[in-house]
């Protein structure tokens, strides 16, 4: 059974660097052909997608973050982690890391649910001062 876990710190001051770690057990980053990508889902709001890495390291992003956003991976860990830089309250929202068996379509095919066969329980991030 494939899980992905979230974690990371719950509360992040405007302007900073958020960080955020996914932990994978019973299957391997590296295994062909997965896709490991991180959503969000900012209160009252839909998913959207940030970006991913596939496994053999290639990485992919939304354009709307303004190239914030940087994924990278630990392959003697099996985690890949998220970092977005200069966040703001509209940052708040809650994380998601998820496995697709695809690549990113890079348009909003990639913020349906069904896109994706395992999901982080997610964690909740707060932009804050």
């Known amino acids: 059974q494939v899980q992905l876990q979230e974690s990371g710190p719950g509360l992040v001051k405007p302007s900073q660097t958020l960080s955020l770690t996914c932990t994978v057990s019973?299957?391997?980053?590296?295994?062909?052909?997965?896709?490991w990508n991180w959503i969000r889902q900012p209160p009252g709001k839909g998913l959207e997608w940030m970006g991913a890495i596939n496994y053999y390291g290639r990485t992919y992003y939304n354009p709307s973050l303004q190239s914030r956003a940087s994924v990278s991976r630990d392959t003697s860990k099996n985690h890949f982690t998220l970092q977005l830089t200069s966040v703001t309250p509209e940052d708040t929202a809650v994380y998601y890391c998820?496995?697709?068996?695809?690549?990113?379509?890079?348009?909003?095919?990639?913020?349906?649910?069904?896109?994706?066969?395992?999901w982080g329980r997610g964690t909740q991030v707060t932009v804050s001062s």
């Open positions: 019973g299957d391997s980053i590296t295994t062909n052909y997965y896709y």
């Open positions: 998820a496995r697709a068996g695809h690549p990113p379509y890079l348009s909003d095919y990639d913020n349906r649910r069904d896109e994706y066969d395992y």
